[in-house]
């Protein structure tokens, strides 16, 4: 059964920072993996998809990278916004189909 | 770009009620998946149908059921209804196979409180 783990559940930082969002994976096995943002009582609006033969995804400030065989993936956000403050969700794919796996989450606040 | 629309956003009902929540599929999207969020908690998968037939099956109370249509549209119907189940309840679709990328799609959601 795959787990996915997010660490930390919460950081606070102030604005203008580079930071780090950490997911891993218990079946490295994996199909693809996605990143999400949800604001509070909101929906989840993806970020960034990568595919398990990828190795990273940019979209702007925002930069994913996936190590299957570690079972690992991180988010990168550079020069962080009160705007990013949010909860980020890493969510697992195993095969062509299945299901998506969640993490718990990691909600982000950035502080002006 | 059409997304995945759920219907109604909102819903209120007493304990012991039966409720009804709708999702439509992004258009050639053949499979639909069905989330709850508790409060707090991370989207829990309840289940998935691809091509009308269930597809699999997660952690679904067994007072609800579901089912997709011939347009593809889904449904998820909650009968006896408990102060638990007041949560967030998301749909998603994609493609079964790999399609474009594999992505899942997800609704906005439906907000359910029961009292």
């Known amino acids: 059964k795959q787990e996915v783990t997010q660490i930390p559940a919460a950081l606070s930082v102030p604005e203008g920072e580079n930071l780090v969002l950490n997911c891993s994976f218990t079946?490295?096995?994996?199909?693809?993996l996605q990143w999400f943002r949800q604001d509070p009582g909101k929906g989840l609006t993806s970020l960034l998809l990568?595919?398990?033969?990828?190795r990273e995804q940019t979209s702007g400030r925002l930069n994913a990278s996936l190590d299957k065989s570690s079972g690992r993936s991180t988010l990168y956000i550079a020069a962080s916004q009160p705007g990013d403050s949010a909860t980020y969700l890493c969510a697992v794919r195993t095969t062509s189909g299945s299901r998506l796996t969640f993490g718990e989450g990691t909600q982000l606040t950035v502080n002006p | 770009a059409a997304g995945v629309i759920q219907s109604p956003r909102h819903l209120i009902k007493e304990k012991r009620e039966t409720a009804t929540l709708k999702c439509y599929p992004i258009?050639?999207?053949?499979?639909v998946y069905w989330y709850q969020q508790g409060p707090g908690q991370d989207p829990q998968f309840l289940i998935s149908f691809y091509e009308k037939m269930q597809s699999d099956k997660g952690s679904i109370p067994d007072r609800f059921s579901a089912q997709q249509f011939s347009d593809y549209h889904s449904e998820l119907n909650m009968s006896s209804l408990e102060l638990g189940d007041s949560a967030l309840y998301f749909c998603?679709?994609?493609?079964?196979?790999?399609?474009?990328?594999?992505?899942?799609?997800f609704g906005e959601g439906s907000r359910l409180t029961v009292l």
């Open positions: 990568i595919q398990s033969s990828q």
């Open positions: 998603a679709s994609s493609f079964w196979t790999s399609g474009p990328t594999g992505e899942l799609f």
């Open positions: 079946d490295s096995a994996i199909y693809n």
């Open positions: 258009p050639r999207h053949d499979t």
